[in-house]
């Protein structure tokens, strides 16, 4: 099972910033990397797959890096609404798929 | 664009089996593969497992033992039964559509409790 690591558990920004968040593998692959943010009450949204690539209807203030075993999202020029907890999730080894335990961003 | 809406019992006793429900409006379940999820409280996100429109299925090896997911495409509608629940199975429940390996469009999720 690929253990991923994101750090930091929370931080804290405020409106406006450009925040970068890190996503650590315990092996090593090339890609197969998603981004998700979450919000209480709202359905989960996909913002990045296959590392790099931005899903229909993301704004390109998302932007997603990385291969080995670093990936990281930055969010440019922070909105209110970007305010939410995100997740990696990799899918290299799909049996299991796992996540990473999440990014908190608060407003500061 | 597809809307998934998981339903099912908020309340479930130490033992017995969970049972939830993901209807899937505004698209076709097939060729898809369609997921579980979970998030106990204070914790991670875990894949729970998958099953695609045909019926094949594939479960985390952490809860293979306790999980069987079905689905029924002419109701548009997929489901999971998870046995021998314990506290530990207290979670917030996400059904989701897969995109390649990944997950495109989620339910908002279903809060359950494992309380006697």
């Known amino acids: 099972e690929i253990v991923m690591t994101q750090s930091p558990a929370t931080l804290s920004v405020s409106p406006g910033e450009t925040v970068t968040l890190s996503c650590r593998a315990s092996q090593s692959f090339t890609n197969s990397l998603a981004w998700y943010q979450m919000k209480p009450g709202q359905a989960p949204r996909l913002l990045i797959y296959g590392a790099s690539t931005r899903a229909t209807g993301i704004p390109a203030r998302f932007s997603g890096s990385g291969s080995g075993t670093e990936f990281t999202l930055t969010i440019s020029s922070l909105q209110s609404e970007d305010f939410a907890v995100y997740y990696c999730q990799q899918y290299n080894n799909w049996l299991p798929i796992t996540f990473g335990q999440g990014t908190r961003l608060d407003i500061k | 664009q597809v809307l998934l809406q998981e339903s099912g019992p908020g309340l479930v006793k130490p033992s017995e089996t969970l049972s939830l429900t993901c209807i899937v409006s505004g698209g076709s379940m097939t060729s898809y593969y369609w997921s579980w999820i979970r998030r106990p409280a204070g914790k991670g996100l875990e894949w729970i497992g998958r099953i695609y429109s045909t019926g094949s299925t594939n479960y985390n090896p952490s809860l293979r033992s306790r999980v069987t997911m079905s689905l029924d495409t002419s109701k548009n509608q997929f489901s999971l039964k998870l046995t021998s629940v314990s506290a530990a199975d207290t979670a917030v429940y996400y059904c989701?559509?897969?995109?390649?390996?990944?997950?495109?469009?989620w339910g908002q999720g279903t809060q359950v409790t494992v309380s006697s």
């Open positions: 989701a559509r897969m995109g390649g390996n990944w997950f495109d469009s």
